[in-house]
């Protein structure tokens, strides 16, 4: 595949009701940048799973599908969300997990809903084709192999609209399976346009709607909660401190996965009067805290001031997260209080300064934002 300048974002072209001429522009632009795949390209498009990018991953992979005999979705992150679980026992989505070992299997890569440098697995591996719309990379974190096809359009508020337009465009008729994914995909990155979305996105769940499986969205998305997690949530109660700017902290303790932590975080989102909080726990030797604000308070630039000279922080205004070796914390002190102590007398940094998107979870597993973002 040679490397070629990339026109505008598709997403882009076809926003606030495009005229014929615009839609046949992208659905050209877009047949040019397929035409260089061919039949006996082996791909791999690797994510790091969570609804939007598996659901934008079965979308490529039926796009590429079209033009090479061989695709597979890969993910880099153990998936242990109750609802990620039933999304794909319920859609029967194929998808694999990745081990570095698997990449001489593969003459070209693809990167869904991330970009390369979000993780250290996608460190090193030669992307052709990246589409996204979180925040493109600053200039030292651009990679050195120049992918053919980059359309990170950061207009969306989920990489499955993208994959729909894209779809639309190539008039291929999603089954009710996909069509089913994309929606959740676009669902849960807006929160049901609660945290972010627009335009571009409703039209794309609005059509989409048309063509999934209602029964099968009800099923997958009151799947929130494992019934062992319960206990837990009753800790965060018990341990409840209130913070200034109507605010609150909860430590959880040592749980095995960062997701308890994410669902407690958005359960607290629907407290009234309760305008952001940050719910921690300790994931073996990593400390994580995950952010939930309404909106009032930039919390991803909260993330950052708080942790940012201990590990990885940042976020967007709605949700943030940051984790740090438990290492960092001095020995008089306990991680609750640690934390805790930071959140009340931390100041946030100047803007000037650009904050980073929300890390993943180390060790690696599915993202809320991504949900989560």
Excluded at 323 to 348: G, H, N, V, W, Y
Excluded at 350 to 360: A, G
């Amino acid at each position: 595949m040679a490397t070629r300048k990339s026109p505008a974002p598709l997403a882009v072209m076809l926003a606030r009701r495009p005229s014929p001429a615009a839609i046949k522009a992208a659905r050209n632009s877009l047949t040019l940048r397929l035409e260089r795949i061919a039949k006996d390209q082996r791909w791999c498009i690797l994510i790091s799973a969570d609804p939007d990018a598996m659901a934008s991953a079965m979308a490529l992979k039926r796009i590429l599908t079209q033009r090479t005999r061989w695709v597979d979705v890969c993910r880099i992150n153990q998936i242990t969300r109750p609802d990620n679980l039933a999304m794909i026992r319920h859609l029967r989505l194929n998808i694999k997990e990745w081990k570095p070992e698997m990449q001489a299997n593969y003459t070209h890569f693809a990167i869904v809903d991330s970009q390369p440098h979000h993780h250290k697995l996608f460190a090193g591996i030669p992307f052709d084709i990246i589409i996204d719309h979180h925040p493109a990379p600053r200039p030292e974190q651009i990679p050195a192999h120049k992918p053919a096809f980059m359309d990170i359009c950061t207009v969306c508020g989920a990489a499955s609209t993208i994959l729909t337009r894209y779809l639309r465009l190539l008039r291929l008729r999603p089954s009710a399976t996909l069509a089913t994914a994309l929606l959740l995909g676009i669902r849960t990155d807006t929160a049901a346009f609660e945290r972010s979305g627009g335009e571009e996105d409703l039209d794309a769940y609005q059509w989409l709607s048309r063509r999934a499986d209602q029964n099968l969205v009800r099923r997958i998305v009151r799947s929130e909660y494992l019934r062992s997690w319960l206990p837990l949530f009753a800790e965060a109660f018990n341990s409840l401190k209130d913070l200034k700017g109507s605010g609150a902290f909860a430590w959880i303790g040592d749980v095995a996965s960062a997701d308890v932590l994410v669902s407690i975080a958005d359960f607290f989102t629907r407290v009234h009067g309760l305008k952001w909080i940050a719910v921690s726990g300790a994931v073996e030797e990593t400390c994580v805290v995950i952010f939930r604000s309404d909106g009032t308070r930039d919390i991803g630039r909260l993330s950052d001031a708080c942790f940012h000279d201990v590990g990885s922080a940042g976020g967007h205004k709605t949700l943030g997260r940051a984790e740090f070796p438990a290492s960092a914390i001095p020995d008089d002190m306990r991680p609750a209080d640690f934390i805790l102590q930071r959140l009340e007398t931390r100041k946030l940094r100047s803007l000037s300064k650009p904050v980073p998107q929300e890390v993943p979870p180390q060790p690696p597993t599915d993202r809320p934002v991504r949900q989560g973002d």
